[in-house]
Nanobody, 124 residues
């Protein structure tokens, strides 16, 4: 089982990036897929998640209206479209898969599988 994250890079404030997370080794059609990020010296932080069943989506307040999580079930891939990027969004972004209940969807301990991380750097 492997999650492969890609799409990070260096962008100016106000720019956009799209992260991808391709899953292999099994189908994640029944899993919740999430994105977390970790900035230097800070704890890992929930960013967004999308439940396959019912398709409910969740975002941290600071990215609402700027980031959009989506998934392609056929391709076993989840995306994070990031617009209007801010320097505060600079971090390593990780994708994850798990089966959290709604009340724990934002907790990283609820996820069983993790990608390797992709660096996002937003310059001011």
């Amino acid at each position: 089982v492997q999650l492969q994250a890609s799409g990070g890079g260096l962008v100016q404030a106000g720019g956009s990036l799209r992260l991808s997370c391709a899953a292999s080794g099994r189908s994640f059609s029944s899993y919740t897929m999430g994105w977390f990020r970790q900035a230097p010296g800070k704890e890992r932080e929930f960013v967004a998640a999308k439940r396959w069943i019912g398709g409910g989506t969740y975002y941290i307040d600071s990215v609402k209206g700027r980031f959009t999580i989506s998934r392609d079930i056929a391709e076993n891939t989840v995306y994070l479209q990031m617009n209007s990027l801010e320097p505060e969004d600079t971090a390593v972004y990780y994708c994850a898969a798990g089966r959290p209940i709604a009340s724990t969807v934002r907790a990283h301990v609820s996820y069983d599988y993790w990608g390797q991380g992709t660096q996002v750097t937003v310059s001011s």
